[in-house]
C-alpha cells in the first residue's frame, strides 16, 4: 500500500515560488515513478511532471511549465519536489502527488489528497 501526502500549498503573488512536497509512506519509494498533477476550477486534471523511478533520470514536463517547474526525488526521505518559479494565474488549481509502479508516462493508481496552489495576479 503506498499513502502519498502533499504540502507546501498556498497563496502566492504572480512572478513568485513554492516548493511543494509529496512524502510517500511506501517500504520501496525507489522503485516508484512519480508524478505531480493538477487540476484548475471548471477543468480536467492535467499532468504537470513526471519523474522516472531510481535516480529519476527521465522527467517529463508539459508545455505550460518548462523551464519554471522542477521536479525532483529525494530516496532515502521517500520525498518527491516541485519547485515551482515564476508563477502565473494560471497556475492556481489543487495539485495532486501520484505514483505508480508501471511507466513514469503511464497511469498512475496512487493519489494524493491535494493541495490548493492560488497564484494571484
Known amino acids: 500500500q503506498v499513502q502519498l501526502v502533499e504540502s507546501g500549498g498556498g497563496l502566492v503573488q504572480a512572478g513568485g515560488s513554492l516548493r511543494l512536497s509529496c512524502a510517500a509512506s511506501a517500504r520501496t519509494f525507489s522503485i516508484l515513478a512519480m508524478g505531480w498533477f493538477r487540476q484548475a476550477p471548471g477543468k480536467e486534471r492535467e499532468s504537470v511532471a513526471l519523474?522516472?523511478?531510481?535516480?529519476?533520470?527521465?522527467?517529463y514536463y508539459a508545455d505550460s511549465v518548462k523551464g519554471r517547474f522542477t521536479i525532483s526525488r529525494d530516496n532515502a526521505v521517500k520525498t518527491m519536489y516541485l519547485q515551482m518559479n515564476s508563477l502565473k494565474p494560471e497556475d492556481t488549481g489543487v495539485y495532486y502527488c501520484a505514483a505508480t509502479l508501471g511507466a513514469y508516462r503511464g497511469n498512475y493508481n496512487y493519489w494524493g489528497q491535494g493541495t490548493q496552489v492560488t497564484v494571484s495576479a
Open positions: 519523474i522516472d523511478r531510481l535516480s529519476g533520470a527521465n522527467t
